[in-house]
Each structure stands twice: as structure tokens, then as C-alpha cells.
């Protein structure tokens, strides 16, 4: 009976204004604001960029960041080893072909036993070979495999980036050799025939600066990001030295680093936390109750005042995560801890 009765003694005290909803709602925001604390962004030295470093900054942790001037200068280098590539003037080609259709018509025994139609086709395939055919030095060739690019419309010519040649006799025959390649059942006094009269022409040499450029561009894409490492207790930082970006980008992977290092779930970081959290309610309610009595009185302020904090400090830890992990120049006005705003 009597343990009845304290049960019913504590339920009543509880029930006396509000006590137990207090409690709970204390409970609540102890465990809401125990987590906001727990899972917090790392704090690092901030710079202004183009500013002097007012102090130097070591490196506390073994870390790899994107190197961009590393990257870009790769990219140049192999960019650069990219010569001139060139193709045969599209209307000397198309003249040669006029013309040796012309010389068919004008000299109907041209002494080669095919038919007129079939002749012209071969001179058709041959003129799109011309005019498919790009060339450049043996270098850009290998460079251009490496990337796995097609190369076999290309043919090894150093021309030493002259913009302006004309093709060799020489080429003629490996030239044919691709007719051949795609008509297989063409004879060598038609195939002959053909070559000599396409030989006798001078055909120029242009500038593909649109195949270059494009050559260019999947070298580059196919150069991925470079990273460089910086050991722990290296410096980072001199002091007096102007902040760049790529001091901003270090300090970032740096900051990325020490949180993976971090271990949150360790029993003394936990227990940190909570015991840091309490502190905080412990010492807003001997506030409220020297200051503000009658709002620690009142359930309705209290639940008010409660969801007020909590939604501040999920809204700031919600932007405080996407400044952190964004790599734009908004990080770097941002000052910690993200709560100003609200």
C-alpha cells in the first residue's frame, strides 16, 4: 500500500504544473542538441584569399589534395607535343577527280579492260581516301594511340608545322595500298591506271585546325585530376605569404582529412558531448529561473523557446555542412560556427 501510495505521490508532483511534460521536453532537447554537437564540421584556419597570411600553418595530418596547376600544366605539356594535322585541299581533290572523268569521256579506249561505271567507282573510292586522309609527324600519331584515338586514316608526314605543303608522290602507293583494302577484287593495271593519273596532280595541304583541336580537347579530358600529397608536419602556410587558391584547396583537403581521422563514435568523444550538452541546459535553466521565472514556469514558452533552438541549430548545421562540402569561393567568407544567419 504504501508503495501505492508514493506512486501516486509522484505522479501528482508531476503532473503539478506541467513537471513531467518539463522533463521530457529537458530530455528531448538534451538528446537533439547532444547529437548537433556530436556531429560537428572540423574547424580549420581560415584565410582570406590574396590576403598575407597573418601566422604559418603545419600540416597536423597526412593528407593528398587536387593539384589544378599540376593538372594544367600536365595537360599543357601533352597538348603541346600535339603538332600541326594535315589534309589534302578538298578542291584540288575534286578537280583531279573532274578531271580524270573528263580524260574517260575524251579517250574512250584508255587501255584498261573494266567497264566505264565501275572505273568511276574505283575513282570515287579513291577520292574519298584523299580527302578522308589526314597527316602529321609520327609523334602526334603515337601520342594519339596512346589517348585511343582512331588513327587509321592518319599517315606519319613531318612537315615541321609548315602551314602550307604540298603531298609527296611518294604517298601515292601506300595510298592505293587502302584502295585495294576496300575493293579487293580490283586489278593491278586498273589500280595502276587510276593511281598514275590521281599522281600526276599537286595536291595541297591545309591546316585541319578543327581536328586538331578536338585531338587537343580528348587529350585533356582523358588527363585526370592530379593530386599532390603533403606530409604531417609539413607547412602548408608561411607567415606573410599571399593566400591562393591553392592554399584554400589544401586547407579544405586538409580539414577533409582530420574529420576522417576523427573518430565519432569513441566512447570519451560521446560522453564529451553529452556531458558538454548538459552543462549548456543545466546552466539556461539557472538563467531562466534567476532572470526569467515565469517563462520556466510556463510548458507553452518552454516547448516554444525549445523548438526555436533546436530548429536553429539543425537549419545551421544543415548549411554549415553543404558551406563545408562545397569547393566554391562561399567558404571562404564564411566564418565557423554557422549559426549567425539564424
Not at 23 to 44: D, E, N, P, S, Y
Not at 149 to 167: F, G, P, W
Not at 251 to 258: D, E, T, Y
Request: aromatic content about 12%; glycine content about 2%; overall charge positive.
Amino acid at each position: 500500500m504504501e508503495e501505492i501510495k508514493k506512486s501516486r505521490g509522484l505522479i501528482q508532483r508531476l503532473k503539478k504544473n506541467d513537471l513531467g511534460f518539463k522533463i521530457i521536453l529537458g530530455i528531448v532537447f538534451w538528446i537533439c542538441f547532444a547529437t548537433l554537437c556530436h556531429f560537428k564540421q572540423v574547424r580549420v584556419q581560415v584565410f582570406d584569399l590574396q590576403s598575407l597570411s597573418p601566422k604559418y600553418l603545419l600540416s597536423p595530418v597526412d593528407f593528398n589534395f587536387p593539384d589544378d596547376e599540376k593538372t594544367t600544366y600536365l595537360r599543357y605539356d601533352k597538348t603541346s607535343k600535339i603538332n600541326y594535322i594535315y589534309y589534302i585541299d578538298e578542291k584540288k581533290a575534286k578537280q583531279s577527280r573532274s578531271r580524270f572523268e573528263k580524260y574517260l569521256i575524251d579517250n574512250p579506249k584508255w587501255g584498261v579492260s573494266v567497264s566505264y561505271e565501275k572505273i568511276n567507282d574505283y575513282a570515287d573510292l579513291f577520292e574519298n581516301i584523299l580527302l578522308k586522309s589526314r597527316f602529321s609527324d609520327a609523334r602526334t600519331i603515337k601520342l594519339m594511340k596512346k589517348n585511343r584515338i582512331d588513327v587509321s586514316n592518319y599517315l606519319a608526314l613531318n612537315l615541321e608545322n609548315n602551314k602550307e605543303s604540298s603531298l609527296p608522290k611518294g604517298y601515292f602507293s601506300i595510298l592505293s595500298k587502302k584502295l585495294v583494302a576496300e575493293v579487293e577484287n580490283i586489278s593491278e593495271e586498273t589500280l595502276n591506271f587510276i593511281i598514275t593519273y590521281f599522281k600526276e596532280n599537286n595536291y595541297s595541304l591545309r591546316v585541319d585546325y578543327l581536328t586538331q583541336s578536338k585531338i587537343k580537347k580528348i587529350i585533356e579530358k582523358n588527363i585526370s585530376q592530379q593530386y599532390t600529397h603533403v606530409n604531417e608536419g609539413e607547412l602548408i602556410i608561411a607567415k606573410n605569404e599571399k593566400v591562393t587558391s591553392r592554399h584554400i584547396v589544401m586547407l579544405q583537403a586538409m580539414k577533409v582529412a582530420i574529420s576522417k581521422k576523427i573518430n565519432l563514435f569513441e566512447p570519451s568523444v560521446i560522453l564529451g558531448n553529452i556531458l558538454y550538452s548538459f552543462i549548456f541546459i543545466f546552466l539556461m535553466i539557472f538563467y531562466l529561473k534567476i532572470e526569467q521565472p515565469e517563462i520556466l514556469g510556463s510548458l507553452k514558452q518552454l516547448s516554444l523557446i525549445c523548438t526555436i533552438l533546436i530548429l536553429t541549430f539543425v537549419f545551421a548545421k544543415i548549411m554549415e555542412f553543404v558551406i563545408f562540402k562545397s569547393s566554391g569561393a562561399f567558404l571562404e567568407i564564411i566564418q565557423y560556427p554557422i549559426i549567425v544567419p539564424f
